[in-house]
């Protein structure tokens, strides 16, 4: 989870059991349970996966309660652990990933979190398959609409506040809130309610990555009992639900998907984020009407005032370096001011610079500058669907980061303004059963084909999602 999130949390004396002893299954014990475990996904009709911080931790993100949690450290009174990446880069793991594989091959049915870090979303599963439990830190809600904002900046508050922000519907326009809860908080009934009704259908409720200590969540999977569902729970601490289960692993939980993918015959699919930005460059004619006054800016889609969090700095240059200074903006809002004459036309190169966390360095961007022609521009709009898919395709063949696409084009006519929305890869990573399976002993055949042609059977009712 996030530090910032941690911190942010009302303070309570009881936060459970911390500091708890982990245990690891030997190497043979270990792949013995990742058969046995591979066959119930195989075979489960309706899969449930419920998850916790655990399934983060490789992702850069420390848990709460193992030897070297937030909460241990605090009661130990420790230094709190620092995180490998700004929790806004984080990247999902592996078990992320696979957990996407299996829901495309229509295995994997739902998905319930306590997590607050929003990496199952940016990962993949659709929206109507997740339940956030305690809420996404990245995520806001228009109290009034319903609709939600899924944001690449981490937002402000928590504890289900008003941020700074409206709803962009212009029919409602309402202050929006964050989906964080805090210690005193219900859990959403929206969310709840889902998750308990999966858990109930569900014939497998793979738990991974979770102390199952917090009520009423840790309570769902024991919903799948009554209708002869099994319980598994794969976790390096023991559980006070572990006797209720069909078969408890003790090993990371990487590992132990990973294998169970590999035994499936399934590949991981590679994670390609992609994020997006505006440049909005305003034109107005001097009073003399020889010289053209212009403003480029870089911004969020989120808004003017919304962080760039992804953008470190812009360099600014143009084609006619002669007669036009170069600049470099190294703070936001990312703003350039000029004047320039009337009929002059020229190029301006936008170099870039990204944050860390982020796949690659730097990517370029070109604009034709030409106020004459800004009359006759035409906007448009892609899908930005399809254009996301290429932009994946071409990533995962040039295993590259960097390529951008303008996804929407629009002028404002007072003032004078195009605002084009681009979109950018900013990361690429793909996965390697050997590199987290360690001592799995890999398998010629997998366990059969079958798995490979499952036809998805549900689709959930759909939640408005926006960007």
């Not at 990742?34 to 420390?62: D, M, Y």
């Not at 078990?95 to 979190?113: D, N, P, Q, R, Y």
Request: hydrophobic share 35%; net charge positive; proline share 4%.
């Amino acid at each position: 989870m996030s530090l910032g999130y941690a911190e942010k949390l009302s303070f309570i004396e009881d936060v459970g059991q911390v500091g708890m002893t982990e245990f690891f299954d030997s190497a043979h014990v270990l792949q013995d349970k990742i058969e046995q475990l591979a066959k119930l996904v195989e075979k489960s009709r309706h899969l449930v996966v419920f998850t916790g911080a655990g399934i983060s931790t490789s992702c850069g993100i420390p848990d709460f309660r193992g030897p070297k949690g937030i909460w241990t450290l605090q009661r130990e009174g420790k230094p709190l652990p620092e995180a490998s990446l700004p929790f806004h880069r984080a990247m999902p793991s592996m078990t992320h990933m696979a957990l996407v594989g299996l829901e495309k091959a229509g295995i994997l049915k739902f998905v319930i979190s306590q997590n607050v870090d929003g990496l199952h979303l940016r990962s993949g599963i659709p929206r109507e398959k997740l339940s956030e439990l305690h809420g996404n830190s990245f995520m806001e809600t228009c109290p009034s609409c319903g609709a939600e904002y899924l944001r690449d900046f981490e937002v402000e508050t928590i504890g289900l506040k008003e941020t700074s922000r409206r709803c962009s519907d212009e029919k409602c326009g309402a202050k929006l809130r964050d989906t964080v809860l805090d210690w005193e908080d219900a859990l959403p009934p929206k969310e709840m309610n889902l998750a308990e009704k999966h858990c109930r259908m569900g014939d497998v409720v793979l738990c991974l990555g979770t102390s199952l200590q917090i009520t009423p969540a840790c309570n769902l999977p024991l919903k799948s009992l009554s209708g002869g569902g099994k319980i598994v729970i794969v976790n390096l601490q023991k559980t006070p639900k572990d006797k209720k289960a069909t078969l408890v692993i003790h090993g990371f939980v990487d590992k132990v998907i990973a294998g169970v993918m590999e035994l499936l015959n399934m590949q991981i699919p590679p994670y390609i984020r992609i994020d997006l930005f505006q440049i909005i460059l305003t034109q107005s004619l001097s009073s003399d009407k020889k010289f053209v006054n212009w403003t480029i800016r870089i911004a969020s889609v989120h808004g003017l005032s919304a962080p760039l969090s992804f953008v470190k700095s812009v360099e600014v240059s143009f084609s006619n370096n002669q007669n036009y200074k170069e600049a470099i903006l190294d703070a936001q809002p990312f703003l350039l001011k000029r004047r320039t004459v009337r009929t002059e036309t020229f190029e301006i190169f936008l170099n870039l610079k990204f944050s860390d966390g982020c796949g690659c360095l730097n990517s370029q961007i070109q604009i034709p500058f030409n106020f004459e022609d800004q009359e006759s521009a035409e906007g448009f709009k892609l899908d930005k669907n399809a254009t996301f898919e290429k932009m994946r395709e071409v990533a995962i063949q040039d295993s590259s980061c960097g390529q951008n696409e303008v996804v929407e084009r629009k002028t404002v006519l007072v003032p004078k303004s195009e605002v084009t929305v681009h979109a950018i890869v900013t990361n690429v990573k793909t996965f390697d059963y050997q590199l987290s399976n360690g001592d799995v002993k890999p398998r010629k055949e997998g366990m059969n084909g079958l798995v490979m042609t499952r036809k998805q059977r549900s689709k959930g009712r759909k939640r408005k999602t926006r960007l």
